[in-house]
């Protein structure tokens, strides 16, 4: 125990922790955001059981009351030996995990400009305001920024095409946790750690669809890092969001009720029930592919596919980013 020098005082150097002790008892900040639906919560309460079981002090706060579908989501998880705040203060997240591409950028300022690690889905879910004209094909207020321009203002960064690969697998809302995959090389628990917590997680019939995504973000980022320096994708690509694009709309017949709240809610007044009683689109020329019908259906059975700004979206992912 410190005693008290012959003058009375302290003495200095035992007051004051080393900076490495005190770098080690430092928080590790990780900032999850999405919008409403995609599994942030799910990722940031895996993340917080982990690091509670393997004996750190978790804090972890989280914003999704008005987020049910399309509003933003965000959670703040630090952990470490200990934490007396829940929330991460700007400029002090040691990783920032987005699982939709303007989300993440609108989160950038909170990511530590030195060290930070950004990880990002491609996935862009435009919001029905982003339709400022509402002529079909105008251009979208929506990000403009390419993956490789964003990923150069970062000091380690990814942009992964999440969706794109959870598709693949058969299951697209195991996005996330392909995300959880691409996280898990970041920190120091073990891939059977962040397994067992996983399966607690998600509903029992789509744990091996879900492990599966996991070692599929895994493998993505570990590929990504050892990449070489000759491999680097061009910097900068066209900007998606004002190129032209064309909307489709997906209908599954078998989820419409035949409630009518799309029918009577679509601006452009586009939709009909036909003679079944099952949603249609029956004046495709005037859908401006706002996504109002899709939010609002209770039943999801509608979804917006604006392609062309996607597909650029995914080519640029292809393109990727490495840090
Ligand atoms: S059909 Fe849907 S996406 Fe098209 S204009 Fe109507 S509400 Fe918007
Ligand atoms: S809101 Fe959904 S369930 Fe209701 S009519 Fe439209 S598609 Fe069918």
């Given amino acids: 125990m410190s005693r008290p020098t012959a003058s009375g005082s302290m003495d200095a150097a035992q007051l004051r922790p080393t900076a490495a002790a005190a770098k080690a008892r430092e928080p590790m900040n990780v900032l999850i955001v999405g919008v409403g639906g995609q599994g942030v919560i799910m990722v940031s309460k895996a993340l917080a059981s982990l690091a509670q079981s393997k004996g750190h002090q978790v804090k972890q706060s989280e914003v999704h ?34 699982l939709e591409w303007a989300e993440g950028l609108r989160w950038l300022p909170y990511l530590k400009p030195d060290n930070g690690i950004f990880i990002c889905d491609t996935k862009r879910i435009v919001p029905p305001f982003a339709c400022l004209n509402r002529r079909p094909g105008a251009p979208l207020r929506y990000s403009r920024e390419t993956p490789a321009e964003v990923t150069a203002h970062v000091a380690e960064g990814y942009a992964i095409d999440a969706t794109d690969m959870a598709e693949n697998l058969g299951n697209e809302r195991a996005a996330n946790v392909v995300l959880i995959g691409a996280l898990s090389t970041a920190l120091d628990f073990s891939a059977s750690d962040w397994e067992a917590a996983l399966t607690e997680f998600v509903p029992k019939k789509t744990i091996a669809v879900n492990l599966e995504a996991f ?105 990727g980013s490495r840090p």
């Fill in 215 to 319: 070692r599929l973000g895994r493998s993505w980022i570990e590929q990504a890092r050892i990449a070489t320096p000759e491999a680097e994708p061009p910097a900068a690509a066209p900007a998606p969001a004002h190129l032209a694009y064309s909307v489709r709309l997906e209908i599954t017949p078998e989820w419409c009720k035949s409630c009518d709240i799309c029918v009577k809610l679509c601006p452009e007044r586009c939709l009909r029930l036909n003679a079944e009683r099952v949603v249609e689109l029956a004046q495709p020329e005037k859908c401006s592919g706002c996504r109002l019908c899709e939010l609002l259906c209770p039943d999801f059975a509608i979804r917006v596919h604006l392609d062309a700004a996607l597909k650029q979206g995914s080519d640029l992912a292809a393109a």
């Fill in 65 to 98: 009351g008005m987020a049910k579908r399309g509003g933003t989501v965000f959670s703040h998880v630090r952990f470490g030996p200990q934490v007396w705040s829940p929330t991460i203060p700007k400029g002090e997240a040691d990783i920032l995990v987005a």
